[in-house]
């Protein structure tokens, strides 16, 4: 029997970009090549995460790439780009649509954003079996906004969200909560809900070109990554400020791009905390290894919404991990099950420096931590549990 599959993924997000979902989805899509399936992709051209167009001609191995939006401009608002994003990738796919699902085994729309997958239901073949991909569950992140635009948006991603879950054949979310949250929220069948959590992609390749940037005989806390809403961004830099005070020898570091960056660094007058541009991915390993502790923050009652992908190759790579969460989630019951450290499950300075000063005196057993991280996060059963 020929298990090889022809394969549709439909997402904005995807390769060259650096970090984010259009990296979990370059990293995805080349782990289905490898398992022998031929994969099309319907996605924007690079904008992430400086919402700004860059034509790109760059292209995979064994993937067929189809781009769309190079000349989109995004606004610095947060509400109106997310808009435009979900209208002119809707737009884009529904054209494209009749000529690349011809022939295809399976559609896999990545969520989010959802309102390509909602636009064009009535367009698709019911033979092609639909299996959704659950980065984020956007309701979570709209809970607690206030305001007539807020509601009305709130209101139609509810909509919207429900009907594109109801009408996949299957559903893998990256965390117990986002399932257990979108089966409450949605009134989805248990049968057809499956989790796998984000996998591990360092090469174990350490590369030297960043010894200019990191002092040997400093304590390094860094951060790096997307650094949207869902970081919590303005508390991570207060928290970095009151950590430069009372905790000697250490250094700040911020590793990231986007308008929030923009307006951060006019913030900060502090020596100790210092940005820069995201890395070149064959850097990423010399990044953990040259950072003595890593932040992982996740605004206060979003943790059912998202799992952070970057978690398996922080644990993987051996680098202490302070992971600021809601209490009783599900990282802070997964890092106390397998014997972890370290969570935080309030953002109050006083306590997060506590909490990192701890971390810095800690001797973390880090075989064991790279032993656990290898054990739950595979691509191999990402891939399997997609087609079972």
Known sequence: MNNKKNILIISPFFYPEPISTGKFNTNFVTGLV???????????????????????????????????GKHLFYTK??????????????????????????????IIPIFPP?????????????????????????????????????????????????KCYQ????????????????????????????????????????????????????????????????????????????????IENTMFYIFSEGETIKKLKKLNNNKKIIFHNLVNKDNLEELYSKSSIQIIPQKENTSKGSLPSKLPNLLASGCKVLVITDPKSEIEEFFASNNLSLVATKWNNNLLVEKLKFLIDKNVDIQHQQT?????????????????
């Open 34 to 68: 490898d398992h022998g399936h031929e994969v099309t992709v319907l996605c924007f051209h690079p904008f992430y995460p400086d919402w700004k167009a860059k034509k790109s001609k760059d292209q995979l191995k064994g993937v067929k790439i189809i781009r769309g």
């Open 77 to 106: 608002k947060t509400i109106f780009r997310r808009l435009i994003l979900e209208f002119s990738f809707a737009f884009f796919v529904l054209r494209k649509l009749y000529e690349n699902q011809k022939n295809k085994d399976l």
């Open 114 to 162: 959802s309102f390509a997958f909602y636009f064009i239901l009535p367009f698709l073949s019911k033979r092609i079996r639909k299996v959704g991909m659950v980065h984020d569950l956007q309701e979570i992140y709209s809970e607690g906004k206030t305001g007539f635009l807020n509601n009305f948006i709130k209101f139609f991603i509810h909509k919207i969200e429900k």
């Open 167 to 246: 009408n996949c054949n299957k559903l893998l979310f990256l965390s117990h909560e986002m399932k257990n949250e979108a089966k409450k929220l949605y009134n989805l069948a248990e049968d057809k809900l499956e989790v796998q959590y984000p996998f591990i992609t360092l090469k174990d390749h350490i590369t030297n070109d960043l010894d200019s940037i990191f002092d040997k005989q400093k304590i390094n806390v860094v951060y790096s990554g997307a650094l949207g809403e869902k970081q919590n961004p303005m508390e991570l830099f207060s928290f970095f400020a009151e950590a430069s005070k009372k």
């Open 372 to 388: 656990v991280a290898k054990k739950k996060f595979t691509i191999d059963e990402m891939i399997l549990k997609v087609f079972r």
